[in-house]
């Protein structure tokens, strides 16, 4: 037979084809069709043992050894070996530190995760004389009962810093006019 390992081709009998790594059988399982090549045919012989495997074929050459590869990034001439061997070496590094594993982030720091570890609080609330009317009310019962700490109260609490401002100025403006008064019914 004039098959190599390589090449395909057929059995002496024409039952079994060698596809270049192992032999596979022609004939059908029922033993009454064998396959050859293009269409099925009735086959009226017997079945045959597999061919022992083609030798391998012999080793191919040694290829050359090559020459040591040129520096990879083409420098000017006036940058140093070392420097070249420096930028080399720090990009080894790069490429060893990358390939490590990274390890995964602790879940409180996942952004994946980021709302499961929010905590609501439903009863959580600021105090009624920080916020709202009740504040309103003390608010203005300072001012009109002691002016300085007004102006100090508006500062303890929640407002935002629009309505402090315009407070403090009011609460100003408050105690600057009962000094006014006050100077001239008392003649101070």
Not at 39 to 48: L, N, Q, Y
């Amino acid at each position: 037979m004039a098959t190599t390992a390589a090449s395909p081709g057929w059995s002496p009998d024409n039952n079994w084809f060698w596809d270049g790594e192992r032999w596979n059988e022609a004939v059908s399982e029922d033993g009454k069709w064998r396959f050859d090549g293009s269409a099925w045919v009735p086959f009226t012989g017997s079945r045959t043992a597999v061919p022992s495997p083609i030798p391998p074929p012999p080793p191919a050459p040694p290829t050359p050894v090559a020459p040591a590869p040129a520096p990879a990034a083409v420098m000017p001439t006036w940058v140093d070996p070392s420097e070249i061997e420096r930028l080399e070496r720090e990009k080894q590094e790069r490429a060893a530190i990358a390939a490590q594993p990274v390890e995964p982030l602790p879940a409180e720091l996942d952004w994946r995760r980021a709302g499961e570890f929010i905590q609501y609080s439903r009863t959580a609330t600021v105090p009624s004389w920080k916020h709202g009317y009740t504040s309103l009310f003390i608010y203005l019962g300072l001012l009109w009962l002691c002016s300085p700490v007004a102006l100090v109260y508006v500062w303890l609490t929640e407002w935002r810093l629009y309505t402090k401002v315009y407070r403090t100025v009011i609460c100003c403006v408050f105690i600057s006019a009962l000094m006014t008064y006050a100077r001239s019914r008392y003649g101070m």
